[in-house]
């Protein structure tokens, strides 16, 4: 057995017990609150956010331990891009963090499935996601970024990876201590459900209640 499969599955280990039973759930100061299934669209379940509203309000990525090992590639790759364009803030301040990292968040799922749990995430940098069109006559609120699937079994760890969803951020216009002014978070987000027995997963984006044709996924649970 390799070291590295092996510290994967010691990872996860030690994350597992501070995951939620369901996809939705939070960790306290570092996500989203669990808003509830919202109207309509009852079997689904809201994809939890890191770092709720400004990320790295901390100036840190607010991204727990066992995401940022499932997308340790491109968030060191995303790192890079801001230090190798000498990117910085308008007063000339570097925009990594305290900690190096360059601002990041993701969208996430857990579903624990007898002996293995599967992970579904999207993670919003911008080196790796689109965001909607800058035209002042557009609607659209989600970027849209690469979306991975991991399952976590014993000591196997499998990933699969697939074209670009809809990274619908409820949280996106709330900055730390001011009043929410956008879309009502209750109705704007991304979704997941998940079939065991036809071993997908499905993915979606809702606006303002109503789904999005263009956001619709299945995705194929790797075995």
Known sequence: MSKTLISWTFLFCLTLSALP???GQSQENLMLGNLGTPPKWKGWDRMTITAPGFMSKNDRLQIPLFLMKIWANEISINDRKYTDGNITRTDGSSLLGQDGHAPAKALYSV???GGRTVFVSMLDTAKFCESGPSDFHSTQIHSTCP???TVVQGLSVKSADFAEGC???PTFDIAPGEKRWGPDPLINTSLTRYDRQAGVIDLI???DNKSLPECAKRL???Q
């Open 220 to 222: 194929k649970v790797p």
């Open 167 to 169: 990274f619908l951020d």
């Open 205 to 207: 984006a809702i606006r």
């Open 21 to 23: 039973v369901r996809a």
């Open 147 to 149: 979306i991975r699937i």
């Open 111 to 113: 579903y624990h499935d």
